[in-house]
């Protein structure tokens, strides 16, 4: 029996590696994948591989028949970026693509479906005097979010009308290996840390966002394990973060902690057009991601530098 995965970028990659170490047969979805990425980061981990459009719903019922799928993550979509540029294809691929989806594994009587919603469905720039909990209001302020709320917002009614046995983990800023831009929040840790795990200075010359949550993909990985596999549980939508904010000096001042020799500087024009910006003013509660799902971050942000830094010099092909 196998879990279908819908994508084949940093998230479904790493879920996919997860659910495999788990006990459970993995199967990508994918219209377009790398299969030199999905190797390097499954390594030796079997997975099955199948060329599809979620836009296709007769294809994807075949090869959930075909690969005797028993329930489905569901990653696709557009990114940030490219959802902001290509707005109707956007709002295809991640709203009627979910939908696809959602029909897909109703009418083939799966188990459970696993939607990746996003922080972007909250409302972001009310203050908050204390981590943001599931409840916090609602209100995207970006393309992306908006279709990711309607995905989401589907999906738990497909819930409620149609019994998918839908789990919505809602994730913080996901950073990792990938193969393409992810997030401005995944990018910003790209540039401090892969430059020096090869050995190369980075000078950040540009803003950014100076305070924000992060997440690495492993731990996020293990988020979707534990949605995929936990039985009856007590609420369906569920904040997933490492639980903490951190700055840009903290972060490089990790880096500098993990690799030996790194040199990740910022200009003083970067860091005074930058120092005070922030993402969120408080990270997620995990109340909710410990109570249902037994969820909490098993990697300090040096360990999650560490492992990262020696994917990057095993891509290279260098020692790890």
């Not at 290996?177 to 430059?195: D, P, V």
């Not at 007590?234 to 904010?245: C, E, K, P, T």
Request: proline share 6%; aromatic share 8%.
């Amino acid at each position: 029996m196998t879990v279908m995965i819908t994508g084949a970028g940093l998230l479904a990659t790493h879920a996919a590696k997860a659910l495999v170490d788990a006990g459970e047969a993995v199967m990508f979805y994918d219209v377009a994948p790398s299969e030199p990425y999905i190797s390097l980061v499954m390594e030796d981990r079997p997975f099955k591989l199948e060329r599809g459009d979620v836009l296709d719903l007769p294809q994807m019922l075949h090869a959930i028949d075909r690969h005797q799928v028993t329930g489905i993550v569901h990653t696709a979509a557009y990114l940030p970026d490219t959802a902001k540029d290509r707005p109707f294809m956007a709002t295809r691929v991640t709203v009627e693509g979910t939908v696809n989806t959602l029909e897909a594994h109703r009418l083939a009587k799966l188990g459970r479906y696993v939607l990746c919603s996003t922080i972007g469905i909250y409302e972001m720039a009310a203050a908050s005097s204390a981590p943001w909990e599931e409840d916090r209001a609602i209100g995207p302020s970006t393309f992306y979010g908006c279709l990711k709320l309607s995905a989401e917002v589907i999906a738990l009614h497909y819930g409620e009308a149609y019994s998918v046995d839908v789990v919505a983990p809602r994730f913080c800023p996901v950073y990792g290996l990938g193969q393409w831009y992810a997030s401005a929040g995944a990018m910003f840790m790209a540039t401090c840390i892969e430059g020096p795990a090869l050995g190369k200075p980075v000078l950040i010359d540009k803003p950014f966002t100076n305070t924000n949550q992060y997440m690495y993909v492993d731990d996020a990985a293990h988020a979707i394990v534990l949605s995929y596999q936990v039985k009856n549980p007590a609420a369906r939508a569920i904040n997933i973060s490492a639980g903490l904010l951190h700055t840009a000096p903290q972060i490089i001042e990790a880096v500098k902690t993990v690799i030996p020799g790194a040199k990740v500087d910022i200009t003083p024009g970067a860091w005074a057009a930058s120092k005070d910006r922030f993402f969120v003013d408080q990270p997620f509660s995990l109340k909710r991601a410990r109570a249902v799902l037994g969820f909490a971050p098993r990697m300090s942000l040096e360990q999650a530098i560490a492992h990262y830094a020696g994917q990057v010099r095993r891509r290279t092909g260098q020692r790890p």
